[in-house]
């Protein structure tokens, strides 16, 4: 009993998991990978601070660049 | 004074050497002025764009991290508050690595950054995230305890069916330490030299709908 009582006391130590048939996944996992989802989305949306002010950066620099390999 | 310098020296190196083909190999590596350009295209005024040198950032925290933790040996985070604390900052500094890493290729999954002649760019990026994922794994087997000893036992299964075992043996923990501080993080590092001297030869990709004079 003492040792079911230590498989126990572990399996609860070991975090929760969500099921979805053939997916399992820790809900901590689930909640990181939820987190850089939110992260990229709000990078492509917000506006970065100084973007449309007038600039005097390079026209496309590539152009003169593409033709290397 | 030139002039006899060059003959004095083409008459040692024949003018056509290794030296002479690797130095003008190196000075067109990358268009002059653009190895740390101070300007950028307006379109790179974005967060997206960030991503990138975060990945780089916290590669170098991760490096030095480890570094310092050779310092003190495999088992002293496990003895030391010190190197407990410098245990964390490694565990940390890669977390951190891997989040903005593919946050970074998902940005450029979706921009389509392979256009321009930019796939050498995408494909050292690529390739140097699998191998950021071995050098992971491997540390994960170098952290000394009972959870290395556990991920050991269930990697020996899955590399033995795909006959790898025998010389990638994941229940040995010196070779997979040395793997962990030496040939992968020298992999990931020339990669990302290459990957970043890429990117400064090709210009950083714009995006979809960017107009030519953006």
């Given at each position: 009993m003492t040792a079911l009582a230590a498989l126990d006391a572990a399996s609860a130590g070991a975090g929760s998991y969500l099921h979805w048939g053939v997916i399992s996944i820790s809900t901590t996992n689930l909640l990181i990978i939820l987190g850089m989802v939110v992260l990229f989305v709000l990078a492509v949306l917000l506006p970065f601070p100084g973007a449309g002010e007038p600039s005097e950066a390079p026209r496309v620099p590539e152009q003169r660049q593409e033709d290397r390999p | 004074m030139t002039a006899e310098y060059g003959k004095a020296a083409g008459a040692v190196g024949g003018g056509r050497n290794w030296t002479v083909g690797l130095r003008n190999r190196l000075s067109t590596l990358?268009?002059?002025?653009?190895?740390?350009?101070?300007r950028q295209p307006v379109?790179?005024?974005?967060?997206?764009?960030?991503f990138g040198v975060l990945t780089l950032s916290a590669l170098v925290v991760a490096l030095l991290s480890g570094a310092w933790l050779a310092v003190g040996g495999v088992a002293w985070w496990h003895v030391s508050s010190l190197g407990r604390f410098a245990n964390s900052l490694h565990l940390w500094s890669v977390e951190l690595f891997f989040a903005f890493m593919v946050i970074h290729l998902w940005g450029k999954f979706w921009m389509a950054a392979w256009r321009g002649k930019r796939a050498l760019t995408w494909i050292t990026g690529v390739i140097a995230f699998v191998t950021s994922i071995g050098t992971a794994f491997t540390g994960y087997l170098s952290q000394s305890n009972f959870d290395a000893q556990w991920i050991s036992t269930q990697a020996k299964d899955g590399l033995n069916s795909i006959g790898f075992g025998a010389w990638f043996n994941v229940l040995n923990p010196g070779q997979m330490l040395l793997w962990h501080v030496v040939l992968l993080p020298f992999v990931v590092g020339v990669l990302t030299v290459v990957h970043l001297l890429q990117v400064r030869r090709h210009g950083v990709v714009p995006p979809l709908d960017a107009e030519a004079g953006d």
């Open positions: - | 990358v268009p002059p002025g653009q190895l740390l350009p101070d379109y790179v005024a974005s967060w997206i764009y960030v």
